[in-house]
């Protein structure tokens, strides 16, 4: 069965930079592209981009650009999402979820399974 | 981007009531050479994350009880929970994937 299984919680001061690791099973890791989405609490789902663990290529955010990389290992089937520059609005439960297409597609496709959730605390 | 709107914001039925939940998309998020509407519906509980119950607007995924339902297309689409059991208490969102960045409505929070 698909599992997606997430790094856990980090607290972090102000102006530092946290790395998520999502670990997949149950399926072929290269096969699907990888996504992300961040809830702050008590909020709604925000997407932040997605990587393509096969051939690695990114889509970001454009309000992350610049601040978010994802990558990924293969030989681990690990996804990694990695922010810098952290701000307390940054606070949130950080989500990896697979997309339903394939990596080798070009349609989009929604997400049909998700890690437990990281989440990740900016406080000085 | 691609706006969506949900409404109500939170909504109280009784059990085995019906409950009607709506998201609207502005523009639309129908793809006119597949005639697919690019819209995915999600139940939040508490401390868990989404779990998918619906795609391509009406399409419920398997394991998913049957008086979940999906309607709609273009952009007003309408997620009906038939009759309320216990369990369905949570939040909903609907997804939209027709094009990134991909976006999710405001969530709805049912509740008995």
């Known amino acids: 069965q698909v599992q997606l299984v997430q790094s856990g919680a980090e607290v972090k001061k102000p102006g530092a930079s946290v790395k998520v690791s999502c670990k997949a099973s149950?399926?072929?890791?290269?096969?699907?592209?990888m996504h992300w989405v961040r809830q702050a609490p008590g909020q709604g789902l925000e997407w932040m981009g997605r990587?393509?663990?096969?051939?690695?290529?990114?889509n970001y955010a454009q309000r992350f650009q610049g601040r978010v990389t994802m990558t990924r290992d293969t030989s681990i089937s690990t996804a990694y999402m990695e922010m810098s520059r952290l701000r307390s609005d940054d606070t949130a439960v950080y989500y990896c979820?697979?997309?339903?297409?394939?990596?080798?597609?070009?349609?989009?496709?929604?997400?049909?399974?998700w890690g437990q959730g990281t989440l990740v605390t900016v406080s000085s | 981007d691609i706006v969506m709107t949900q409404s109500p914001d939170s909504l109280a039925v009784s059990l085995g009531e019906r409950a009607t939940i709506n998201c609207k998309s502005s523009?639309?998020?129908?793809?006119?050479?597949?005639?697919?509407?690019?819209l995915a519906w999600y139940q939040q509980k508490p401390g868990q994350p989404p779990k998918l119950l619906i795609s391509?607007?009406?399409t419920r995924e398997s394991g998913v009880p049957d008086r979940f339902s999906g309607s709609g297309s273009g952009t007003d689409f309408t997620l009906t929970i038939s009759s309320l059991q216990a369990e369905d208490v949570a939040v909903y969102f609907c997804?939209?994937?027709?094009?990134?960045?991909?976006?999710f409505g405001q969530g709805t929070k049912l509740e008995i």
């Open positions: 149950g399926y072929t890791f290269t096969g699907y592209y």
């Open positions: 997804l939209q994937y027709y094009s990134p960045p991909y976006t």
């Open positions: 990587i393509n663990p096969n051939s690695g290529g990114t």
């Open positions: 979820a697979r997309d339903r297409g394939s990596s080798s597609s070009l349609s989009l496709y929604y997400f049909d399974y």
């Open positions: 391509w607007a009406s």
């Open positions: 523009p639309s998020v129908l793809y006119s050479s597949n005639n697919k509407n690019y």
